[in-house]
Every structure is written in C-alpha cells, then in structure tokens.
C-alpha cells in the first residue's frame, strides 16, 4: 500500500510566521504536489515536483515555495503566513505506477494539515 | 482550461437507497478518477476510467465514462452510512506538465441511518 504522511494534522501560526508543512511518502514516487483545498473551490494545485530539486509552479503559487531535496520528501513552505492561507492543506504522490490496474498518473493523498493563521 | 462540474453539489439519502453522482468535463476526458474523502481527511483513491464506455466496479459503488468521454457517474447501490464523505472526481490535464490532474469541487453525500 502507498503511504503518504504529513507532518502535522492540525496546526495554528500566526500572521508572519513562517511555516513548514512537511509530506513524505514510502512508494519511491518522481511525482509528488502540494494542494490546497477550500470550501466551494476544491482542489487547488500550488506547486509539484517530478524529481529531486526539481519543481514547478501551480495554479496558486503565490505565497508559498517548496523544496524537494530526497525523492521521499516535499516541504511547503508559507514564507510569511497571512489569514488567507487558513485552509487545508494536501500533498500527494505519483508514478511510475506499481499496479498495472492503475495509471500512473493516480495520485495517492496524506490525510491532509489543517491550518489556522491568526 | 479543462474543468470538471460535478453534480449535485450536496446529497442527503436514506440508508438503503441507490443515488447518482455526475462528474461533467468541458472537453473530452483522457483519464478520470474518483476519490472519496471523509470529513477532515485526506482523498481514498476508488477507481479510474480510461476508455469510452468503461465500468468498473468496487463493492456497492459503480463508475462509467461515457461513449463521448465527457461524463463519468459514481452510482451507489444500497447505500450505508460508511458511504458518507464527500466525492470527488479528477481527471488528467491536457495542457501543462504531464501527470497533473484537475478536479471537481465534490459532491457531498449524507447517509441518514
């Protein structure tokens, strides 16, 4: 089974911190991203990785950078947290794919970080 | 840009009772998955379509793309109060990086015991 971990489930900063959330994940995957997800808006893609220090903006890159320096492991990064980065937070993995029943492009998710900015 | 519509947006049955998902894409769909997620959780893959007119399978929950690949539906039969969550369908970018995926805004179900 894949196995993606997130380094907090909830978390509460405040406005100027600067903020690590941290995804690891145990299936040898290139393909790793970081979402935010919203009431109303879904699933939004801020930044992905397809391989060690190499990455590329999102749809909502703004305020946040990342850093993948292990294959296993994608850092986000709120440089300095404002109140509309309150949200809940998803990283997640992909290819090659290990199932042949599967793409490779199946994503598999963390069980998320939920962050509050005061 | 590719976007999915998924309807309807909330969803509240009666134990035992069969519902319907729909997940509408702008353009033709080369790749759409279903994830399910629980309240405060993270997405549980449930399954993938590919082809035109495929179905598949898992326990009491079906999903098929149509002949066009431009609607999938997510059909639960009997449903129980575990099938509660929210609903969401994703499918393969066209444009931009390979191996990205957009997705719905979900589909809320409620399964009244």
């Known amino acids: 089974d894949v196995k993606v971990t997130q380094s907090s489930r909830y978390l509460v900063k405040r406005t100027g911190e600067k903020v690590f959330l941290e995804c690891v994940q145990d299936m040898d995957h290139e393909n790793m991203f970081w979402y935010r997800q919203d009431p109303g808006l879904g699933l939004r893609l801020i930044y992905f990785?397809?391989?060690?220090?190499?990455?590329e903006k999102g749809d909502i890159p703004e305020g946040y950078s990342v850093s993948r320096e292990k294959k296993e492991r994608f850092s986000l990064i709120l440089e300095s947290a404002s109140t509309n980065q309150t949200s809940m937070y998803l990283c997640a993995s992909s290819w090659p794919r290990r199932d042949r029943r599967q793409s490779g492009e199946t994503q598999y998710f963390g069980p998320g970080t939920r962050l509050l900015v005061l | 840009s590719q976007e999915l519509e998924q309807s309807p947006q909330s969803l509240i049955v009666q134990e035992g009772k069969n519902l319907t998902i729909n997940c509408t894409s702008s353009k033709t769909l080369y790749g759409l998955y279903w994830y399910k997620q629980k309240y405060g959780e993270g997405l549980i893959f449930l399954m993938m379509?590919?082809?035109?007119?495929e179905e598949k399978s898992h326990e009491k929950i079906t999903a098929k793309l149509d002949e066009k690949k431009q609607q999938s539906s997510l059909h639960i039969t009997a449903s129980q109060p575990s099938h509660a969550g929210i609903y969401l369908c994703g499918a393969r970018r066209l444009s931009g990086s390979a191996r990205q995926l957009t997705f719905g805004s979900g589909t809320q179900l409620t399964v009244l015991p």
């Open positions: 990785s397809y391989d060690v220090k190499m990455k």
């Open positions: 379509l590919q082809k035109g007119g």
